[in-house]
């Protein structure tokens, strides 16, 4: 069961979790039930179909699965191996919980080593074997009762992870008011639900987009915008302060939040939090719950290095050393909000999150 094969898409990060209704955040539990029932009945969150796997002659590949949810359009890294996980249980033809548990662990561990460097790849099979294993009640059940019962588990696991975006781009609505500003750094999946959510209920805003380095990533989220006949400029990375005076608003994602409340998140992040920050602009981040890491980062270098390689345009000489970090730590006291499957929160309450969430 434990697939040893090396991921041959290292850059690709994105992911999620579990909805808990009971939340310490700065809205009302009525607020987020509403938005998960607006959610419910939106037409664009029925599951994809699930994709045929098997292979005459050959057995099950929890690799092999992941890929191929992972082909599935707009649908994240970390929900596709949530999906992948349910289908070991279905494809198991272990006959006892041990055996299944053992299965299941080494099949969350072949996802995780696939891209050592996703933050939350790594959380979202951690809360998978969390959510779906966690129970005394399956230990009296006879086996087949309590593999259905994970299998039914699995499958709400991915369902409501699925939905994670809808619910956050719902929360965020009353944040965005008609003629503001909103700056916005790289492409995010989430930040572009919130935006699309936002032009479709018929505000009238305008968006600044970072270029977004290294991989120019702001490019392709101004290019989506400018389809929805969003107002969008596109900026260089380094004309963030001096457009802030413009700004109302940051909005960005992130690959994980942290336990201080800080988030990792794509390089520049943090210095744009900083010109923010001295400039009294509120700092909103998006991120889904299974983006939620078990990580207490001290400083830039206190985490896994997730390297990337920098086209200038021109030769560079070897004895010049070049900076290939692709992500940076954003400290909590530099965010205002954070938007969530589990409401909205402040950065202080983040802790107090996760320990529910890894319970």
Known sequence: MADTLQNPNPNNI?????TRAAHHGVVTSDWLAQAQAAVGRHP????????????????????????????????????AAIRALAAVIRNSEATTMMELEIELKKASDSLKSWDTTSISLTAG???????????SALEYEDFNSAKSRLIE?????????????????MLSQDFIFDGCTILVHGFSR????????????????????TEGRPDRTGLRLSNELAKLDVPVKLLID?????????????????????????????????QIALVAHSMDKPVYVAAESYKFARLYPLDQKDMAPALRPIDFGV???SKVEVETSARDYTPPQYLTL?????GVLTPSVVSDELIQLYL
Not at 193 to 202: D, P
């Open 190 to 209: 989430v930040v572009l639900e919130v935006l699309k959510t936002a032009a479709q209920n018929k505000k009238l805003f305008r968006v600044f987009c």
């Open 125 to 135: 099979c951690d809360l998978f074997m969390r959510y779906v294993t966690r129970t």
């Open 153 to 169: 588990r699995a499958e709400k696991f991915g369902e409501i992870s699925y939905k994670a975006r809808r619910i956050i781009a």
């Open 44 to 79: 664009d969150d029925v599951l994809p179909p699930e994709p045929e796997v098997k292979v005459a002659g050959k057995p099950f590949s929890v690799i092999h699965e992941f890929n191929n949810w992972r082909n599935q359009p707009d649908l994240a890294e970390a929900v």
């Open 14 to 18: 994105s992911a999620y979790y579990q």
């Open 238 to 270: 380094s004309a963030v302060a001096y457009s802030m005076d413009e700004v109302d608003m940051v909005f960005v994602g992130a690959d994980g939040v942290v336990e201080s409340g800080g988030i990792i998140n794509m390089m520049g992040t943090y």
């Open 338 to 342: 954070l938007f969530t499957d589990l």
């Open 315 to 317: 030769p560079i000489p």
